[in-house]
């Protein structure tokens, strides 16, 4: 199923549902969320405060479920919410809700960092704590800042570890097998051409250049030009485009040991499998994030199969020349206006604080 951005979600008063089943789908996902447990019509009877009848409310229930908001687990349980369930709920939270700010502490532990990847990490951590599920930091895409330099550290004679700094003070690293072995010397060599050719370039020019050029005679490079070019080649072809922060993975292990969906632990092993790897992560939530402002992906909506157990909620900021983003992964059963909230608040003042106002106190 195809997300459902902002800008295109259904609008509650578009919704078959009636204000009085919006309030009870409201009010069951609420208590699912918070209880961990199906709601039942008689417990939304005594605590719901609706002002209706235990039969409407059951009657209610009924409709619910036959238009796929929630469904029932067992026979004899009470229902739990679909992804539609929390996709209705969600779009009601966004038709009220008021743009969010951090709150002072969050905003003075962010203004500590020295650097821009403090500040990131930082946010990562204050979101994951915030959520109690894992907060990300996406730095803008490296394709739109330029390449500084490149430096080659021997690791023995068939590894080296790559380091890529761009203009903007990103540093990416990256270990990459030798075809053959290079001296100390060699590699300062190559480092220092690929330099001096390629420095002030997009990053994504360095890639196009660095092929085309392979593409060209051999002869009319050197055996070392030829090397430095092979090497850059295996460097930049799976470099990630930005650098991601990540903090809470241990948070999200927590939650599915708790919950009774099978599905969780299986979303879990292929989310961490793209955290390992960070460049198949940047690239999906690359694809996902298109459009300024916020965005939420529930369950189903996931065009990767393996994470449709769990929920995104991302928000970009702007630092005054690119737009990177921050965000939360976490279970579907997650509180939803809180994690909006934290998202928003922190996405704004990330932007508050790199751009022209503030962000020339940063460095990189």
Same mark, same amino acid.
Not at 295 to 318: C, D, K, M, P, V
């Given at each position: ?12 008063? =578009? ?18 969320? $918070? ?28 409709? !619910? ?29 966004? $038709? ?29 951590? $204050? ?7 894992? *907060? #990300?930091? @996406?730095?803008?895409?490296? =394709? ?7 430096? #080659?550290?021997?690791?023995? &004679? ?18 990459? %097998? ?7 010397? %060699? ?56 650098? +991601? ?26 989310? #961490?499998?793209?955290? $390992?790897?960070? *460049?198949? !992560?940047?690239?999906? +939530?690359?694809?996902?994030?298109? =459009? ?17 157990? @769990? ?6 900021? #702007? ?13 579907? &059963? ?10 928003? *608040? ?11 106002? %503030?962000? *020339?106190?940063?460095?990189?």
């Amino acid at each position: 199923m195809t997300p459902v951005p902002q800008s295109r979600r259904r609008r509650p008063e =578009d919704s078959p549902l009636s204000k009085r089943s919006r309030a009870i789908l409201a009010a069951v996902v609420r208590s699912y969320v $918070e209880r961990g447990e199906p709601v039942s019509s008689l417990w939304l009877t005594r605590h719901g405060r609706f002002g209706v009848s235990s039969a409407t409310v059951r009657n209610t229930m009924a409709e !619910l479920e036959h238009l796929g908001y929630v469904h029932q687990p067992h026979t004899s349980a009470g229902r739990v919410p679909t992804d539609r369930g929390y996709r209705c709920y969600v779009d009601l939270l966004l $038709e009220a809700r008021r743009p969010a700010r951090s709150s002072a502490n969050v905003e003075a532990r962010l203004r500590r960092a020295s650097t821009v990847d403090d500040l990131l990490t930082n946010v990562s951590h $204050e979101l994951s704590r915030a959520s109690h599920s894992l *907060g #990300f930091a @996406l730095a803008p895409s490296g =394709d739109a800042a330029a390449f500084r330099q490149i430096d #080659f550290v021997p690791l023995d &004679r068939q590894r080296v570890l790559v380091v890529v700094v761009s203009a903007t003070g990103q540093v990416s690293h990256k270990v990459v %097998d030798l075809p053959e072995a290079m001296r100390p010397v %060699d590699l300062t060599q190559a480092a220092n051409y690929l330099n001096g050719e390629f420095a002030g370039l997009p990053l994504c020019d360095v890639r196009a250049a660095i092929l085309e050029r392979l593409e060209q005679e051999r002869t009319l490079y050197d055996a070392l030009r030829a090397r430095a070019l092979r090497l850059a080649r295996d460097t930049f072809q799976d470099l990630p485009e930005s650098l +991601l922060f990540v903090q809470g993975t241990p948070l999200l292990l927590d939650d599915a040991s708790d919950g009774d969906d099978p599905s969780s632990i299986a979303s879990l092993r292929s989310l #961490f499998a793209m955290i $390992e790897e960070k *460049g198949r !992560l940047v690239r999906l +939530l690359s694809r996902y994030i298109d =459009d300024p402002g916020l965005t939420i992906i529930i369950g189903t909506e996931h065009r990767t199969q393996n994470l449709q157990s @769990l929920s995104l909620i991302a928000s970009t900021y #702007f630092d005054g020349r690119q737009t990177g983003c921050v965000g939360i992964i976490g279970p579907r &059963r997650m509180r939803y206006a809180r994690s909006i909230a934290a998202v928003d *608040g922190v996405s704004r003042t990330v932007s508050h604080l790199l751009g022209p106002t %503030d962000g *020339g106190a940063w460095t990189n």
